[in-house]
């Protein structure tokens, strides 16, 4: 059974950083594609960022480019995103998931994409 857990999330101020981590256990971690998804309220669920399984190929949604960073450590089954400059747009629950698709202007996810049960991060103004 695939099983995706978050950490990391919290409150934070404005212009402020938060470490998001996720392990995922049941499947070959080195050889499945990753990502990092969020969903506020009201809002539908959105890609931020995506990274293939040898960690070449890496997709940022563009309100994110330059003040996140998706890292991929496959010895420790891990996955990293590192949040800078976070703004109260930054709310939401952030949800970790393997078996995604992405390409360098896609990041999403299908039938087999294995969800976490998110992580719920607050930026405060």
């Known amino acids: 059974q695939v099983q995706v857990v978050e950490s990391g999330g919290g409150l934070v101020q404005a212009g402020g950083s938060l470490r998001l981590s996720c392990t995922a256990s049941g499947l070959p971690f080195d050889h499945n594609n990753m990502g990092w998804f969020r969903q506020a309220p009201g809002k539908a669920r959105e890609g931020l960022s995506c990274i293939d399984w040898l960690g070449l190929n890496t997709y940022y949604t563009d309100s994110v480019k330059g003040r996140f960073t998706l890292t991929r450590d496959n010895a420790k089954n891990t996955l990293i995103l590192q949040m800078n400059n976070l703004t109260p747009g930054d709310t939401a629950m952030y949800f970790c998931?393997?078996?995604?698709?992405?390409?360098?202007?896609?990041?999403?996810?299908?039938?087999?994409?294995?969800w976490g049960q998110g992580t719920q991060v607050t930026v405060s103004s």
């Open positions: 998931a393997a078996r995604v698709w992405v390409t360098d202007s896609l990041c999403s996810g299908d039938s087999n994409t294995a």
